[in-house]
């Protein structure tokens, strides 16, 4: 029976354990694994059909084998069928789609008036849901004939055509609708699509602003899914639970009241996450009943080669290596890097060492954002059907888009979250059997804590999901979505009223009246503006351009190629003018960067190296939320900022030796945000008390906000690129502006944005005679989104226990002058750079020595656990 435990071919188990062997037999000293975990299969847990299935779609499964559910399957189906809103949590590949078709389906069939919105956070996801839906389509039993209506055969995404199930006469419609949906094709779903699979962003922009083009949806609107619910955090889940608001605004308009149905990885808050997404009552299944296969999970940190410096081998290169072992066997991989850059080389060196036979394609291939299209679903369906042996990937494969089942995943670096984590391990295997997971660690603090503290990865629960809908510039942005789409009532409420998240809508709506924005009459708000406000607002980043990609030497044989596509903040890094960008592992040098136009001009060329961006950051201090005396002396603070950041140069990094082999200036935009801040302010005495020259104490400066970066993301359980860190001098007014010494270079922040910082050249040599030279530092720790997600005040509130925690990861640390992995890279600070900054948290700590101090109170931790946001 399909679902049940199955078990690999004996032969797979082996080539499992002879690559590990392999790998082990390189680790002679016992310090590269780590650990290998082995974590054993488990039998399903079984539940029988719902009564209240019809027997059409009972017979449609039963086609597809599957005759009874999971335990959590029915649970879902059972609740969603009763109107509860649902969330169902459980890891990957336990069959969450079944739990929100069956009732959707069950319903439909049942009264063809019903109509269900499914959203999903891309577009290969919707495709992929759209093939299995028109699967198990096509074995329903259909009472009459096909359709003649040629309006109704019009392709929207689906492998042979939108999925049609003709019942009773009605037709039954299930359409993708997203940017790539033809416009003579949009009409026929909104009038003839039962299930439509659309985006958050289409949402935002193509349905909600022309609701009135909508009627028949949300007039029947029964059920709305969101899948993948884990992946709205941050910014991104504060957008969406301000454009469901607007989502459920229209429907009460239209008289509906529809079920969600919600879907999510294993998150520590699923519950809490979808009450603040929904602003509804939810009930959460969270008892897995899917078999699964036995897997083994590897850590694995790349050998020491300078134990003095504490430098260890390229974790890209050992990344490599490790891919190697499993591909050389045979066994079908999936690699997973942390940023496109890494994605790319990873891929030159595995196609470099996997070629492909005389008139074949090339084995091992890259995924990520800025492919086209038509691309990633070739890709997709090589590794669907083993044409394709291996992928390099960014995360855009970590979400539930059918790849099969793999043999083995190789992470190069922590992604940054316990819950991405076994998100990517859960890629392979599946419920197919024996399977290899491996984390292969950075040089990077949090890296390489979990490669030391395996048992403190396997034990923890992964980290929650927050997101704050009242950002006042994400809820104005979309105040004036709502009121273009209905006139705002003065009696509405937009949001949960009551407590901390209580929106007073009215001195909102009167701000934006008398910006010009809205006008009031009959007692209600109206949309004054000729523009389009949705169209504007990006759930995703700080603006809605995209660059498009076009290889110019095309062009001389017909045509600009268009090969892909990047964000606007993502073009400032990596197809700046004269950057090497790559793609599918080819290698293509930018000519030129339109800025008017959103274009970048790139030709092929065959080098040994690529860049790396370097940007220069400040930070002004806006207004103090607060501010509190502490040891040192120093004050800990939170409030509003502006971060301005500039790419101001780039370097050239050779290929597998990652030798810098040369550098170039830029000069690009300047990005501006406001968002807000926790900082540390070093005063004078403190400074000058520290026995170090000017150099040192800057280098033990930078090397304890690298540390503190690190455990502040692990005590806040939030992803490291929520966080963003500078140094500047303090002002001497909240509006005055900072003069910033630059950050040195952070691996993990330059394998997420390719950020790095670059010192300061010209820096005099400190004088004990120059008391200028000792400045009042303030050392930020700033949320990376516009507005803030809400970790400032929590960081000011836990200011003694992060501090702890740093102490205890530099101290710990057995490098002996400072390495990447405690105070930051070797090369971008003195050898007293650890030093330098123990003695600091020496002064920061409220009971003398830092050393003296037991930091690891069960207190503190338990608090620490307990955030409040």
């Known amino acids: 029976m399909p679902g049940s435990l199955a078990v690999r071919p004996k032969e797979t188990l082996q080539a499992v354990r002879d690559a590990l062997d392999q790998l082990s037999a390189r ?27 019809l027997p059409e779609l009972v017979s449609a499964y039963r086609a597809k084998g599957i005759t009874q559910l999971y335990a959590h399957q029915a649970a879902i189906a059972e609740g969603a069928h009763a109107g509860k809103n649902m969330v169902v949590v459980t890891p990957t590949a336990s069959g969450k789609t079944l739990c929100y078709n069956l009732p959707v389906l069950n319903a439909v069939l049942e009264n063809t008036d019903t109509r269900a919105l499914y959203l999903f956070p891309t577009k290969a996801l919707a495709q992929d849901q759209l093939a299995e839906l028109y699967d198990l389509s096509q074995r329903l039993e259909l009472s009459s004939g096909p359709s003649t209506d040629a309006a109704t055969d019009i392709a929207t995404g689906a492998p042979t055509g939108p999925a049609k199930i003709q ?28 299930i439509v699979l659309t985006n958050p962003d289409m949402l935002h922009t193509g349905i909600l602003p022309h609701h009135t083009k909508w009627t028949r949806l949300f007039e029947n609107l029964r059920f709305i899914v969101v899948d993948e619910l884990h992946t709205y955090r941050g910014v991104f889940g504060s957008h969406l639970a301000n454009v469901l608001r607007r989502l459920r605004r229209i429907a009460n308009f239209y008289g509906s009241d529809p079920v969600f149905i919600c879907s999510s990885a294993t998150i520590a808050n699923p519950g809490e996450l979808a009450a603040r997404l929904l602003e509804k009552p939810v009930e959460v299944a969270d008892r897995n009943g899917a078999p699964s296969a036995e897997k083994f999970f590897v850590f694995y940190n790349p050998p020491v080669v300078n134990r003095y410096l504490g430098i260890r081998r390229s974790y890209i290169n050992e990344t490599s290596r490790v891919a190697d072992e499993f591909l050389r066997r045979g066994m079908q991989t999936l690699v997973f890097a942390n940023s496109r850059l890494h994605t790319e080389v990873l891929l030159t060196y595995l196609q470099r060492a996997h070629p492909p036979a005389p008139g074949s394609k090339e084995p091992v291939r890259g995924y990520r954002g800025g492919y086209l299209p038509t691309e990633r679903r070739e890709i997709e ?11 390099v990937s960014t995360s855009a494969l970590e979400l539930g888009i059918d790849v099969g089942s793999l043999d083995a995943v190789v992470m190069a670096g922590y992604p940054g979250t316990i819950a991405s984590t076994w998100q990517r391990a859960g890629r392979a295997g599946r419920r197919s059997g024996t399977s290899c997971a491996v984390l292969v660690a950075s040089s990077a603090p949090l890296d390489q804590y979990m490669v030391r503290h395996p048992e403190y990865f396997l034990s923890r629960a992964p980290e929650h999901a927050y997101i704050q809908p009242d950002n006042l510039e994400i809820l104005l942005n979309h105040l004036k979505c709502a009121a273009f789409e209905l006139p705002i009532s003065p009696d509405e409420s937009f949001g949960l009223p009551g407590g901390s998240g209580e929106i007073n809508l009215p001195q909102l709506c009167a701000h934006l009246e008398r910006a010009g924005y809205l006008h009031r009459s009959g007692g209600n708000w109206h949309w004054t503006q000729e523009a389009y406000p949705a169209d504007t607002v990006s759930l995703r980043s700080v603006t809605s351009d995209n660059f498009i990609i076009i290889d110019q030497t095309a062009s001389v044989e017909g045509g600009a190629e268009v090969i892909g596509e990047v964000d606007f903040s993502s073009a400032l890094t ?16 930018v000519d030129r960067l339109d800025f008017d136009q959103r274009k970048a001009y790139v030709r092929p060329v065959a080098v040994d190296h690529y860049t790396d961006a370097i940007r220069y950051t400040q930070v002004r201090i806006l207004e103090t939320a607060a501010e509190d005396a502490a040891p040192g002396p120093a004050l800990r603070s939170h409030g509003d900022v502006v971060v301005r950041s500039q790419v101001v140069g780039f370097k050239k990094i050779k290929f597998f030796t990652n030798e810098n082999i040369g550098a170039g200036k830029l000069e690009l935009p300047e990005n501006e945000m406001h968002t807000t801040s926790y900082w540390i302010t070093l005063e004078r005495p403190l400074v000058a008390s520290l026995p170090f020259t000017m150099s040192e104490r800057q280098s033990g400066m930078f090397g304890l906000l690298h540390a503190l970066e690190s455990m502040a993301s692990l005590l806040l359980m ?24 630059p950050e040195p270079e952070a691996p993990e922040r330059a394998s997420v944005e390719l950020q790095v910082e670059v010192q300061a050249e010209g820096t005099p040599s400190p004088s004990p005679d120059a008391p200028q030279e000792f400045y009042e530092p303030n050392l930020y720790l700033y949320d990376a989104y516009p507005g803030g997600i809400g970790f400032s005040a929590p960081l000011h509130e836990r200011h003694a226990l992060l501090l702890a925690r740093t102490c205890e990861l530099i101290r710990s640390c057995p490098c002996e002058k400072g390495c990447p992995s405690c105070v930051g890279p070797a090369g971008d600070s003195s050898e007293r750079a650890k030093e330098a900054a123990l003695a600091i948290l020496d002064k920061l700590s409220p009971q003398g020595s830092a050393s003296e101090r037991n930091w690891d109170s069960e207190t503190e931790i338990a608090q620490t656990e307990r955030i409040p946001f």
């Not at 680790?27 to 299935?53: K, N, S």
């Not at 369906?381 to 992928?391: E, F």
Request: contains cysteine; hydrophobic residues 35%; proline residues 9%.
């Open 718 to 741: 939030c992803d490291r690129r929520d966080l963003g860190t500078a140094i500047g001098e303090r002002p001497p007014a909240p509006s005055a502006p900072a003069v910033l010494p």
């Open 167 to 194: 019942r009773a006469g009605q037709r039954f419609g299930v359409f993708t609708y997203d940017g790539d949906t033809p416009s003579d094709a949009r009409r026929a779903i909104r009038e003839r699509g039962h």
């Open 574 to 589: 990596t197809v700046h003018p004269k950057a090497i960008y790559l793609h599918q592992g080819q290698q293509y040098h």
């Open 381 to 391: 369906r090589g590794l669907r059907d083993g044409a394709i042996r291996g992928v």
């Open 27 to 53: 680790d002679r000293t016992g310090e590269v694994i780590t650990r290998i975990e082995h974590i054993p299969a488990r039998a399903a847990e079984w539940a029988p059909m719902p009564a209240w299935v």
